[in-house]
């Protein structure tokens, strides 16, 4: 399980990592006290245990979604006792959550409720909202800033797709947190670049079934790795192959 939990003594400890970048926002919860009910998502992650991501995560709205971009990015919270609401908040505590879903807005409600276009919204799974707000609130008005991710193990790839289409969930990233580009090498071919399809799967027009497989990641960070030989040739679609290397930033 990551381990991304960050437990302030004061609010002041929080403030200073970087005063100067903080953003107000507000955030709710979901999925229970196990989070048990907030696997799969618009990231794709399936099982967020299994991911590398635990239960310290949220659906982010769209203004932060922004199509995908932002899955298993990382974001500092606090809450604000500044602003209505505040009574709710426990103010000795920020935490530290991966962007693994979207929380779309809700119509029925005035300006599409929380997750409304232009409102940065975080809907937490209920494990982590508890660090910094009062279970009996439901909404708190909050601060917060992306922040590096720090991971437990390596880069996860998880296959799917068919013989003639791979679609590959990439997960688990330090750093920076998301992929910027992404390429796969089969044992009888060259490096092919990949294309983003939806939240964090990278796709590749190529019939590689019984290939041994490579990939080279570059981080929105700026980092590039090869992940060389990470999936033998026996792989299946549905399975997921770990490694032994991340990212820094």
């Known amino acids: 399980m990551a381990k991304l939990l960050m437990l302030c003594t004061m609010v002041a400890a929080c403030l200073t990592l970087a005063a100067a970048d903080w953003s107000p926002g507000t955030a709710t919860f979901y999925g229970g006290a196990d989070g048990s009910s907030t696997m799969g998502g618009a990231c794709g992650y399936d099982n967020l245990y299994n991911a590398g991501y635990g239960v310290l995560n949220a659906a982010v709205s769209q203004t932060l979604f922004n199509d995908g971009a932002s899955c298993s990015q990382c974001y500092l919270i606090t809450c604000d006792g500044s602003r209505p609401g505040g009574e709710y908040c426990k103010l000795s505590n920020c935490i530290t959550v991966s962007a693994t879903n979207l929380c779309p807005p809700n119509y029925a409600l005035p300006n599409g409720g929380c997750c409304g276009p232009g409102r940065p919204h975080f809907d937490m799974l209920q494990p982590a909202w508890e660090h910094i707000g009062v279970y009996q609130a439901g909404v708190v008005p909050v601060l917060y800033q992306r922040v590096q991710c720090s ?11 068919s013989n003639y289409f791979l679609l590959v969930n990439i997960q688990n990233l330090g750093g920076s947190g998301s992929v910027a580009a992404a390429w796969v090498k089969g044992d009888n071919t060259g490096w092919i670049q990949m294309s983003k399809n939806w939240g964090a799967n990278w796709q590749a027009l190529a019939g590689l079934v019984g290939q041994g497989l490579s990939f080279a990641v570059t981080s929105t960070g700026g980092q590039y790795i090869q992940f060389l030989n990470v999936v033998p040739a026996w792989w299946q679609f549905g399975m997921a192959f770990s490694t032994n290397q991340n990212f820094v930033y």
């Open 151 to 161: 991971r437990s193990g390596g880069v996860r790839f998880s296959m799917a797709g």
